[in-house]
């Protein structure tokens, strides 16, 4: 079974006394359950804090952006062997965050992607519609671009290593959330393009649901065959709230 990955994306939120009185009540309320994993996503200045807080406790560290390049004159980037140096897991490229406001390319996604593969650190690949291609009936087509995007540069093969998360852009930040079955039907065609490159990968690479996830209906999302957990923007940032996902995550196992 993949196992459900619940994901706190705080996004550029948080102060160091803000962040420990959060991981406080997120490690005393985890849910001790072998096939649920939690990971949090803090701002670059305090990922080794985090860090040191988090040992041996479980839940695994994520950076939210990265740079494409090893080492050298980059003013103000972070090189995926830094991330992997203060203890991170896993990285999110590609948010649409990133794609929008700073104008990153699918291209420039995929690079990131390999080049956080190749320091040993999994991505997190995010993919997903706005809301004008969503009443396109470009859903299909957007995600199928984002993906062989990466797809064209790294192969099949490396998504035996990767995380997707589908972002549907109108759901971020909106409270609008897709339905159960709309979120189910893109995360369906997503595995469905990976297990035309490979079935196995493809039964076994993880495929979160990302767009205003709450305590009140993850369990409706994670009830879905192809949905394996959330990355989860406001509601990480309310211990209460990421709690109550991690719990419906839980109880489906
Ligand atoms: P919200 O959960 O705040 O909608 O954010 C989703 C997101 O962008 C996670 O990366």
């Given at each position: ?19 420990s009185e959060l991981l406080d009540r997120i490690i005393a309320g985890a849910p001790q359950s072998e ?24 839940i695994a560290l994520g950076a939210q952006n990265v740079s494409q390049h090893g080492s050298g004159a ?152 192809d949905i394996d957990g959330g990355l989860i923007g406001g509601a990480s940032l309310k211990p209460a ?13």
């Open positions: 079974m993949r196992g459900y990955l619940l994901a706190g994306n705080w996004k550029m939120n948080g102060s160091n006394a803000a962040d096939s649920v994993e939690l990971l949090v996503c803090p701002p670059f200045p305090y990922l080794s804090d985090v860090a040191a807080r988090l040992a041996d406790t479980g980059f003013t103000g980037e972070t090189a995926p062997s830094m991330l992997a140096d203060v203890g991170c897991k896993y990285v999110i490229v590609g948010h649409s965050e990133r794609r929008a406001i700073m104008g990153e390319s699918s291209e420039t996604v995929a690079a990131k992607f390999k080049a956080v593969q190749r320091a040993g650190l999994v991505p997190v690949l995010c993919i997903g519609e706005t809301k004008e291609q969503r009443e396109a009936d470009r859903t299909e087509a957007v995600v199928d671009e984002q993906l062989a995007a990466v797809l064209d540069e790294v192969g099949i093969s490396a998504f035996a290593n990767a995380v997707v998360a589908y972002e549907p852009v109108w759901a971020i930040g909106t409270g609008l959330t897709a339905t159960p079955e709309q979120a189910q039907d893109v995360h369906r065609h997503i595995r469905e393009v990976l297990a035309a490159g490979d079935q196995a990968i493809a039964d076994g690479v993880k495929i979160l649901y990302g767009g205003s996830v709450k305590g009140d209906n993850a369990a409706g999302l994670f009830s879905n065959p709230d990421f709690l109550a996902i991690a719990a419906a995550a839980a109880a489906l196992h």
